[in-house]
């Protein structure tokens, strides 16, 4: 049963109707009982006159960083008491996810959250979706030209000017960085070295190279790092823009002595190890347990209650970044563990 509504509310109205996502039950096990997640999802099928289903669509569900992305929908979904099916493909094949995703849209999910990889390809499959009848909603990558009603996740362009210009603070604003890629052709990626390539000139320093690396494969992406540096002897610091990358690069500094900044992105465990080892300067994280957890609440919120469409600037649902380094990565140890 869809809703169609027009009316719209700001993200500060509904987070005080709706308190979606408190703080108090963000981080961590669920904080609501079993029970009344059963009792809500009992009222809310009663009242829609079926079951309620939701699911997650992901491009790489083998990427270890999917792997919060995956517990904060599930754990939405306990609270809630009602179905929440994490799928997709491992391997980036655009073509079987979107036939996955068809075939939840033929069966009766009524809210979909996608991570999709190719922006574009996503335009014709998300229209039908919601001409179906089918909340569909975006999470950690976007595809802003699609129907779908809400993008979930990290303002991209704008953390990468803050790695560039953090990365400026660590090397005096002289020099030139190297910045590695791991989705080369994919928006996300293309923001991050925009932002990234503007955090640097912000501190006076240049870009000599932007480096394609290997994510599913730690040992290329460990030799690429190296090529790097060996390419550019007088490089200033590195700028990875993917999480296996960021590991690479503190890695390659631990094993070879070097002495390089290094601010990358992403939360990776190993990545946490080796900030506090003191072989990674920062990194910037953009809590994919929040990119699965909060689309699910707020998909309840639409579905099973009715709410209004948040009115957001391009329809994106940014959350906050948060910066990693040596001084706070114990309490980011702690919490990240349950996901490694």
């Not at 408190?22 to 029970?35: K, N, S």
């Not at 979930?152 to 090397?171: H, N, P, R, S, Y």
């Not at 957890?293 to 639409?302: L, N, S, V």
């Amino acid at each position: 049963m869809a809703h169609k509504i027009d009316k719209k509310i700001t993200r500060r109205d509904l987070g005080k109707a709706l308190g979606i996502a408190g703080a108090a039950t963000i981080v961590g096990a669920p904080a609501l009982a079993q029970d009344r997640g059963t009792a809500s999802s009992t009222w809310a099928e009663g009242y829609l006159g079926t079951t309620l289903k939701f699911g997650v669509s992901c491009f790489n569900t083998a990427n270890p960083f999917y792997a919060p992305v995956k517990v904060g929908a599930e754990d939405a979904g306990e609270q809630l008491g009602i179905e929440v099916l994490w799928t997709g493909v491992s391997d980036g094949n655009t073509v079987n996810q979107i036939a996955g995703f068809e075939q939840m849209v033929r069966t009766g999910y009524q809210a979909i959250v996608v991570i999709p990889l190719e922006a574009e390809a996503w335009i014709a499959p998300i229209r039908k979706a919601r001409e179906a009848g089918v909340l569909v909603l975006t999470t950690n990558t976007d595809s802003p030209s699609s129907d779908r009603e809400l993008f979930f996740g990290q303002d991209l362009k704008a953390a990468a000017v803050d790695q560039g210009e953090m990365l400026g603070e660590l090397t005096g604003g002289s020099g030139d960085i190297a910045l590695t890629n791991c989705a080369p052709g994919v928006g996300a990626l293309d923001l991050r070295v925009e932002g990234a390539s503007l955090g640097a000139a912000n501190s006076g320093m240049g870009v000599v190279g932007i480096y394609n690396t290997n994510p599913a494969d730690m040992a290329a992406e460990i030799a690429t790092i190296e090529d790097i540096i060996k390419a550019n002897p007088d490089v200033a610091g590195l700028a990875p823009l993917c999480g296996p990358d960021t590991a690479a690069a503190g890695l390659v500094r631990k094993n070879n002595g070097l002495d390089i900044p290094i601010v990358g992105h992403d939360m990776l465990y190993q990545t946490l190890e080796l900030i506090k080892e003191g072989y990674i300067d920062a990194t910037i994280g953009q809590q994919p347990y929040l990119q699965g957890f909060m689309p699910i609440m707020y998909a309840y919120q639409r579905v099973a209650l009715g709410a209004p469409a948040l009115d957001l600037p391009g329809g994106n649902y940014f959350l906050a970044s948060e910066i990693v380094n040596k001084d706070n990565v114990d309490q980011f140890l702690i919490r990240e563990s349950r996901f490694q």
